[in-house]
């Protein structure tokens, strides 16, 4: 029960996604504007990629390692991450318009988004068993969800101050990720 508890916390806090791993900067950087937005997803995220997770592993446990199709795992990934993607988009679309209208190009852009592919081949390469791997990419998609939440409520701070003209836009939201990734360092100095 510890081990599944320190997957978790492993990937939402000390091995973050975008903060220590910079892989899904894109969606970071350019859904960060809103709160609202980013909580959406964020969430959107999180169903991805614990259900990508448990998906990957259930066919390379069963379907590629056993008949020898390993090669084929980045493939069939994709695809799995497309599919679920494609469900989220039509949910959306259908319950929350607004929501899905403010997310814009970045919902399908999960599809892309090099996290949640790097997520289900980083549990198949850490042998991970099924219950792992929904666990790890909970925890993973959690800290993706944290990171992007801190970003937006800084964004929203960084509106209402007298920033520099040459700070102002990208170098200083690039500069506050760069402290958030600083400040998620120290989390690896917990010892459990």
Known sequence: MTNLILIIISGALINNVVLNQFLGICSFLGVSKQMKASASLGGAVIFVITIASGVASLLYDYVLAPNGLDYMKTIVFIL??????????MFLKKTSPAIYKSLGIYLPLITT????????????????????????????????????VLLASIRSRIREEDIPAPLRGAPIV?????????AFMGFAQLNF
């Not at 997520?119 to 991970?128: E, F, K, S, W």
């Not at 690039?174 to 600083?182: D, G, N, P, R, V």
Request: with cysteine.
């Open 80 to 89: 799995v991450i497309a599919a679920l993607v494609q469900i989220v988009e």
């Open 113 to 148: 988004n090099c996290a949640v592919l790097g997520v289900a081949l980083t549990n198949v390469q850490n042998g991970y068993n099924f219950i792992e791997c929904v666990l790890s990419g909970f925890g993973t998609a959690l800290g993706y969800t944290i990171a992007i």
């Open 174 to 182: 690039l500069i506050s990720a760069a402290l958030m990734s600083i």
